[in-house]
T-cell receptor, first 113, second 115 residues
Framework: AQSVTQLGSHVSVSEGALVLLRCNYSSSVPPYLFWYVQYPNQGLQLLLKYTTGATLVKGINGFEAEFKKSETSFHLTKPSAHMSDAAEYFCAVAGGGADGLTFGKGTHLIIQP | EPEVTQTPSHQVTQMGQEVILRCVPISNHLYFYWYRQILGQKVEFLVSFYNNEISEKSEIFDDQFSVERPDGSNFTLKIRSTKLEDSAMYFC?????????????FGQGTRLTVV
């Protein structure tokens, strides 16, 4: 069975500050890891994903995430927050031939001006 | 840009009634999914559909649920006899290939309220 834990249901940062959204996973097979973003009244949009290879993954809108197997983590970062980054962020895991994604509860990112 | 569309955006139904949630996946995609998110909880996988049959389903997807691709463009989720606990946001998604090889595109969701 797989699971995802996102620490912090709400994270607030100042505009221009570092964004760090935490994600830890549990998987009995090599995981495939995803970050999705949901803007108000919109569907989930893929930010980035890790399947194999380089552990530092770059995504859209300046976000990146690093897969750390030893820590079972896949934290999402962005060096400088922008007001437009305010949204709900979901970490997800897949693997073992499964079709479906297992999501975390989500983190609501608030950007303070 | 192609997108997954879901209708209606919000549906209110009485407990015990049947409800059908509709989705139009992206036209050249082959895999289709339904997820749900109960308010305040995580997004949960319900079912995946490929080649006109269910390829995987979760424990949530019991006999009360069914999916269908009736006409080659729509992808529907039916709940036969709704319960209060079925109130949730339901997301449809589609992908051109298996999820691990590509990206799933999600619709905006249908908020189902059972009263």
């Amino acid at each position: 069975a797989q699971s995802v834990t996102q620490l912090g249901s709400h994270v607030s940062v100042s505009e221009g500050a570092l964004v760090l959204l935490r994600c830890n996973y549990s998987s009995s097979v090599p995981p495939y890891l995803f970050w999705y973003v949901q803007y108000p009244n919109q569907g989930l949009q893929l930010l980035l994903k890790y399947t194999t290879g380089a552990t530092l993954v770059k995504g859209i809108n300046g976000f990146e995430a690093e897969f750390k197997k030893s820590e079972t983590s896949f934290h999402l970062t962005k060096p400088s927050a922008h007001m437009s980054d305010a949204a709900e962020y979901f970490c997800a895991v897949a693997g073992g031939g499964a079709d479906g994604l297992t999501f975390g509860k989500g983190t609501h990112l608030i950007i303070q001006p | 840009e192609p997108e997954v569309t879901q209708t209606p955006s919000h549906q209110v139904t009485q407990m015990g009634q049947e409800v059908i949630l509709r989705c139009v996946p992206i036209s050249n995609h082959l895999y289709f999914y339904w997820y749900r998110q109960i308010l305040g909880q995580k997004v949960e996988f319900l079912v995946s559909f490929y080649n006109n049959e269910i390829s995987e389903k979760s424990e949530i997807f019991d006999d009360q649920f069914s999916v269908e691709r009736p006409d080659g463009s729509n992808f529907t989720l039916k709940i036969r006899s709704t319960k209060l606990e079925d109130s949730a946001m339901y997301f449809c998604a589609s992908s051109p290939d298996r999820l691990l090889n590509t990206e799933a595109f999600f619709g905006q969701g249908t908020r189902l309220t059972v009263v």
